[in-house]
């Protein structure tokens, strides 16, 4: 994540083949969107995303990383997967 760089608004970064979230906004105000992508974890997402989180379509993302994620209260929205929304 880039420790400097907040984002009031939405943060969208989906379809563009990204395997990491390294350089990250540290916070977004509402909803951050790395969907159909090629992450393979959730490493440098943001420490605050004031809305949804969606990480569908990111296959090499497991479960347990997600769940650990929204168990961190990173995310005050929902989280969009491939397992379902949490």
Known sequence: MNKDLIVNGNYI???N???SLEGSP???TKDFDCSHNELISL???PEYVGGDFNCFNNPNITK???I???KSGA???IIIS???KF
């Open 13 to 15: 970064c989906k379809m």
């Open 17 to 19: 083949e990204i395997t």
């Open 26 to 28: 540290i916070r977004v």
């Open 43 to 45: 490493d440098g997402a």
């Open 64 to 66: 347990k990383e997600i």
């Open 68 to 70: 650990e994620y929204k």
């Open 75 to 77: 995310v005050k929205g």
């Open 82 to 84: 491939n397992y379902g």
